[in-house]
């Protein structure tokens, strides 16, 4: 893991520990996610230390009116449509600079940007970045890394914008201005799971947003042994959107074993989410 990420999660520190001392490890894009207990706690403690580029402006190129309404703002971390390199797009209507200083906060991570573009469409304006590690020039496989990049991303977006901060489940963590109304967890959690060819299942994922989230649904999801082989994961104002292509020894999800996996994930998004709970 890149060094500009153990600010953000010098609360998993547990579970590198647990790997150090030969914690089960399962295959997530290729690497391990270890099988032991976290403290949220910890985690949720550790988010003010998100890396974030300092920076003398207060709109990162972009604009803001107190009385527009506020449009939802989406940050997508796509793992399926580039085979070499991590897609993140960002929208917030067309308040979004160049987000010159969330390319910079990206860059602490131990990223690069390999690729920026802009397009416009009736949502709004997507700022559109292609990433991948520096020190290896491969796409981020690691779930504590993206993670850290939506994070990162979202604290910006409400440092530029703090009028973002109530219309985002971060904002208590991040903002200001929390959300205004909280979403109810057994309405907004749905979980489908859906045959993906002979040897791969998709499961799709939305729930109420939470910090650590992309964490939580892969360890669920390993602990099973289950393998997630590529995914997406879309944070749209208080929800969080998610789809993995998963599979069980190089075939597709059984139904018994869906089962399963969707009573595991409804179980847990669906507990109320505090300080101290833990897996």
């Known amino acids: 893991m890149a060094s500009g990420t153990v600010g953000v999660y010098s609360g998993l520190k547990k579970m590198e520990t647990c790997a150090a001392n030969g914690g089960?490890?399962?295959?997530?894009f290729g690497l391990g996610v270890p099988s032991c207990r976290v403290s949220r706690t910890r985690r949720l403690a550790s988010l003010a230390n998100v890396p974030q580029a300092s920076s003398t402006t207060t709109t990162e190129g972009g604009s803001s009116s107190e009385t527009d309404v506020v449009p939802t703002p989406k940050v997508i971390i796509d793992q399926d449509s580039d085979p070499d390199a991590t897609i993140v797009e960002i929208t917030f209507g067309d308040r979004l600079g160049a987000l010159l200083d969330t390319m910079r906060a990206?860059?602490?991570l131990g990223l690069n940007v390999v690729k920026a573009n802009v397009f416009l469409d009736s949502?709004?304006?997507h700022n559109k970045f292609s990433i991948t590690k520096a020190d290896t020039g491969r796409k981020?496989?690691?779930p504590e890394l993206l993670e850290a990049i939506r994070l990162t991303i979202i604290n910006n977006l409400i440092e530029y914008h703090p009028e973002s901060s109530a219309e985002l489940a971060m904002g208590v963590a991040f903002g200001a201005v929390p959300p205004k109304y909280k979403v109810d967890v057994d309405i907004a959690t749905h979980i489908n799971i859906y045959d993906d060819g002979p040897n791969r299942s998709l499961l799709c994922v939305e729930a109420a947003d939470r910090p650590?989230?992309?964490v939580d649904l892969v360890k669920i999801i390993t602990d099973i042994?289950?393998?997630v082989e590529s995914g997406e994961f879309d944070t749209?104002?208080?929800?969080?959107?998610a789809k993995f292509h998963v599979s069980y020894r190089g075939k597709a999800l059984i139904k018994p074993l869906q089962q399963v996996l969707a009573n595991s994930l409804r179980y847990f998004l669906r507990r109320p989410f505090t300080d101290d709970s833990s897996f």
Do not use: C, P
Not at 24 to 28: L, W, Y
Not at 236 to 241: F, I, M, Q, V
């Open 24 to 28: 089960v490890s399962r295959s997530f």
């Open 106 to 108: 990206l860059t602490n």
């Open 225 to 227: 042994s289950v393998a």
């Open 123 to 125: 949502s709004g304006k």
């Open 236 to 241: 749209e104002g208080l929800l969080a959107k």
């Open 212 to 214: 650590g989230l992309i």
């Open 140 to 142: 981020v496989d690691d």
